[in-house]
């Protein structure tokens, strides 16, 4: 019983930090989202109607969508595969680590200079596609600005993800890998029926904070093209922003209310999925 | 069912000493080797090597007088039991035992018969179903023998498998892999640092120290005859006492020296520091001429009493000095 009560003593401040700072406004968010102005006359469900027949909110919905979709899988793929790499072969020690995590160290705004030095209608990229005779591109204003989103996210998590799996493969006993091998069991059947299966309870974390991390290359967008950038790579946050701008912030509540029920729906059902695979393993 | 053949094998790391040097053994089909020797002494490093775990620095293995220098360890054909017992946490103990065998596309049918015959003979079949989460120590080391002996290799490597259980469980652990290995006759090199056990398993043993061998031979020669003052240290339930003669090092085991509660004539004369009782018999520390004593007799040891004591001079040992 006193174990309990100091283990409270111990959550007490962050959890009034989280509360002040998130539960209640969240609170708040969710009785705006219901209603209209600021004075709080309860409208129902009409806000939540009106954005889901906004174009804006279709289009940011759409490739925020599109964008995780695309993102998480190869980011957790490409880093998989790297930290498994790393992993089998101790000698490459902890240089190849390091130099993965460097992009994670480069403020954002450096990113930026660079991506403007790079992707600019008159920066390095067309400069050489020019020397070469080729035609320019407009990198930011065209389809290839998503890609280009994509790969600043893969490139800027990348580093982040190996070490997160290359912690979950540490929890692996060596020995048991020794045993495997002596077993007879080639490279591929030990990956498939030792090594993955190992990491298996560490994939939650990883793709959580994946998609947690995702949203933050709105920094990246927003600080390039600005307000109104590209249709390809306006994502919900520009739409936040925007609304806040114009004070809309009913709109705002309903559209936070809604991207917040799918993510929360979104956990849920990933947390299912892994239980489901802890009890079957 | 295999001969084993060691020749000059040597292990250095880059930047330390010796790990292993010049190991030269040879054991016969069905011997069971024990190599044992303080932590450090580079056993588990040569047994490593022969698994191929660990690349050796220079010299080669043999089995059956085929070179496996360059096989790596899947394809050596020996199971491994380890201290730790490493099994695969996410397979029950009979996926544990079938894994050797489903690795080698061997069928459902017959992978099946082979476990449940293995698990009989181990006493696990009840067990089967269980992951090693829910196995006591005792029963996981059962499991991991079974996924030895399930296929029959040629050589069965064990590093110190019985070092993380309890003394009771040792003991029954010992017996049954003693029967385990004479049961099936498969070529065995042991790994531990308890001599107890050395001489239990043995039929030879090789004693290790700071990377070289110090001597090999049967559990009876190396209680007998040990080559130098550290082999015979290592051996024996009592430590042997040890003393310099000039430059000779002369050594006597306590249960050598005879002792006596009342005066004999010319016996040495010696004065008890502590006594206890052992479970078997009095065991004491006495200051005599030579240094500090371990002696042991089957009556009561008190402290400060007078006691003779004698040692005949043919169990005396010595070893010239180096």
Request: glycine share 8%.
């Given at each position: 019983?006193?174990?309990?009560?100091?283990?409270?003593?111990?959550?007490?401040?962050?959890?009034?930090?989280?509360?002040?700072?998130?539960?209640?406004?969240?609170?708040?968010?969710?009785?705006?989202s219901f209603?209209?102005?600021?004075?709080?006359?309860?409208i129902?469900l009409d806000n939540f109607?009106q954005i889901?027949?906004?174009?804006?909110?279709?289009?940011?919905?759409?490739?925020?969508?599109?964008?995780?979709?695309?993102?998480?899988?190869?980011?957790?793929?490409?880093?998989?595969?790297?930290?498994?790499?790393?992993?089998?072969?101790?000698?490459?020690?902890?240089?190849?680590?390091?130099?993965?995590?460097?992009?994670?160290?480069?403020?954002?705004?450096?990113?930026?200079?660079?991506?403007?030095?790079?992707?600019?209608?008159?920066?390095?990229?067309?400069?050489?596609?020019?020397?070469?005779?080729?035609?320019?591109?407009?990198?930011?204003?065209?389809?290839?600005?998503?890609?280009?989103?994509?790969?600043?996210?893969?490139?800027?998590?990348?580093?982040?993800?190996?070490?997160?799996?290359?912690?979950?493969?540490?929890?692996?006993?060596?020995?048991?890998?020794?045993?495997?091998?002596?077993?007879?069991?080639?490279?591929?059947?030990?990956?498939?029926?030792?090594?993955?299966?190992?990491?298996?309870?560490?994939?939650?974390?990883?793709?959580?904070?994946?998609?947690?991390?995702?949203?933050?290359?709105?920094?990246?967008?927003?600080?390039?093209?600005?307000?109104?950038?590209?249709?390809?790579?306006?994502?919900?946050?520009?739409?936040?922003?925007?609304?806040?701008?114009?004070?809309?912030?009913n709109k705002?509540a309903a559209?936070?209310?809604?991207?917040?029920?799918?993510?929360?729906?979104?956990?849920?059902?990933?947390?299912?999925?892994?239980?489901?695979?802890?009890?079957?393993? | 069912?295999?001969?084993?053949?060691?020749?000059?094998?040597?292990?250095?790391?880059?930047?330390?000493?010796?790990?292993?040097?010049?190991?030269?053994?040879?054991?016969?089909?069905?011997?069971?080797?024990?190599?044992?020797?303080?932590?450090?002494?580079?056993?588990?490093?040569?047994?490593?090597?022969?698994?191929?775990?660990?690349?050796?620095?220079?010299?080669?293995?043999?089995?059956?007088?085929?070179?496996?220098?360059?096989?790596?360890?899947?394809?050596?054909?020996?199971?491994?039991?380890?201290?730790?017992?490493?099994?695969?946490?996410?397979?029950?103990?009979?996926?544990?035992?079938?894994?050797?065998?489903?690795?080698?596309?061997?069928?459902?049918?017959?992978?099946?018969?082979?476990?449940?015959?293995?698990?009989?003979?181990?006493?696990?079949?009840?067990?089967?179903?269980?992951?090693?989460?829910?196995?006591?120590?005792?029963?996981?080391?059962?499991?991991?023998?079974?996924?030895?002996?399930?296929?029959?290799?040629?050589?069965?490597?064990?590093?110190?498998?019985?070092?993380?259980?309890?003394?009771?469980?040792?003991?029954?652990?010992?017996?049954?892999?003693?029967?385990?290995?004479?049961?099936?006759?498969?070529?065995?090199?042991?790994?531990?640092?308890?001599?107890?056990?050395?001489?239990?398993?043995?039929?030879?043993?090789?004693?290790?120290?700071?990377?070289?061998?110090?001597?090999?031979?049967?559990?009876?020669?190396?209680?007998?005859?040990?080559?130098?003052?550290?082999?015979?240290?290592?051996?024996?339930?009592?430590?042997?006492?040890?003393?310099?003669?000039?430059?000779?090092?002369?050594?006597?085991?306590?249960?050598?020296?005879?002792?006596?509660?009342?005066?004999?004539?010319?016996?040495?004369?010696?004065?008890?520091?502590?006594?206890?009782?052992?479970?078997?018999?009095?065991?004491?520390?006495?200051?005599?001429?030579?240094?500090?004593?371990?002696?042991?007799?089957?009556?009561?040891?008190?402290?400060?009493?007078?006691?003779?004591?004698?040692?005949?001079?043919?169990?005396?040992?010595?070893?010239?000095?180096?």
């Amino acid at each position: 019983m006193r174990n309990n009560r100091s283990g409270y003593l111990f959550i007490l401040l962050s959890l009034a930090g989280v509360s002040v700072f998130l539960m209640l406004p969240y609170l708040d968010i969710l009785l705006k989202s219901f209603s209209t102005g600021n004075e709080g006359v309860s409208i129902g469900l009409d806000n939540f109607k009106q954005i889901l027949q906004n174009e804006a909110f279709r289009i940011a919905t759409k490739n925020t969508v599109r964008f995780i979709a695309v993102c998480i899988p190869l980011l957790l793929i490409l880093s998989l595969a790297i930290s498994i790499y790393i992993y089998e072969n101790p000698k490459l020690g902890s240089m190849v680590k390091t130099s993965f995590l460097i992009p994670m160290a480069i403020p954002v705004t450096s990113v930026v200079l660079m991506w403007r030095f790079l992707f600019d209608d008159n920066g390095i990229l067309n400069g050489i596609l020019c020397s070469l005779g080729f035609n320019t591109v407009s990198w930011m204003n065209g389809s290839a600005a998503f890609w280009i989103l994509v790969g600043s996210y893969i490139w800027k998590n990348l580093g982040y993800n190996i070490i997160l799996w290359l912690a979950a493969l540490a929890t692996i006993d060596p020995q048991v890998q020794s045993a495997a091998k002596l077993d007879g069991a080639s490279g591929f059947q030990r990956l498939f029926r030792i090594t993955l299966p190992s990491v298996k309870n560490g994939t939650f974390i990883v793709v959580v904070l994946a998609i947690l991390n995702s949203f933050k290359v709105f920094r990246e967008a927003y600080l390039v093209a600005g307000d109104y950038p590209h249709d390809s790579i306006y994502l919900t946050q520009h739409l936040f922003n925007n609304w806040f701008r114009e004070l809309e912030l009913n709109k705002l509540a309903a559209g936070a209310v809604l991207d917040s029920v799918i993510l929360i729906i979104l956990i849920l059902v990933l947390q299912k999925c892994w239980k489901k695979g802890g009890t079957k393993l | 069912m295999a001969e084993l053949k060691i020749t000059n094998l040597c292990k250095t790391y880059e930047g330390t000493v010796d790990a292993v040097k010049d190991f030269n053994l040879e054991a016969k089909d069905g011997e069971f080797i024990v190599i044992v020797g303080p932590s450090g002494c580079g056993k588990s490093t040569t047994l490593r090597m022969i698994a191929g775990l660990e690349q050796p620095s220079a010299g080669s293995i043999l089995l059956d007088g085929t070179s496996i220098d360059h096989l790596p360890p899947q394809k050596r054909d020996m199971a491994m039991i380890f201290q730790n017992y490493a099994l695969y946490e996410n397979m029950t103990a009979f996926e544990n035992m079938a894994f050797p065998l489903k690795v080698r596309g061997v069928k459902k049918a017959e992978i099946a018969s082979k476990v449940t015959a293995v698990a009989e003979t181990l006493k696990i079949s009840e067990l089967l179903n269980r992951r090693p989460g829910a196995l006591s120590g005792g029963e996981k080391q059962r499991v991991a023998m079974g996924r030895a002996i399930v296929r029959q290799p040629k050589l069965f490597l064990m590093d110190e498998p019985l070092s993380n259980l309890d003394a009771k469980m040792r003991l029954a652990l010992r017996e049954e892999i003693r029967q385990l290995q004479r049961r099936t006759g498969v070529t065995t090199i042991y790994v531990t640092h308890d001599q107890g056990e050395a001489m239990a398993l043995a039929d030879r043993v090789v004693v290790m120290d700071q990377g070289r061998i110090r001597q090999i031979g049967t559990p009876r020669e190396l209680y007998s005859n040990p080559g130098d003052p550290f082999v015979a240290s290592f051996f024996g339930n009592l430590p042997m006492n040890l003393w310099e003669d000039g430059d000779m090092i002369c050594g006597v085991r306590p249960e050598d020296i005879s002792l006596s509660k009342s005066f004999v004539q010319d016996w040495e004369k010696a004065t008890l520091l502590t006594g206890y009782f052992n479970g078997m018999q009095w065991i004491g520390e006495v200051r005599c001429k030579e240094g500090r004593f371990t002696v042991c007799a089957d009556w009561e040891m008190k402290q400060e009493q007078t006691i003779y004591m004698h040692c005949p001079e043919d169990k005396i040992h010595r070893w010239q000095q180096k």
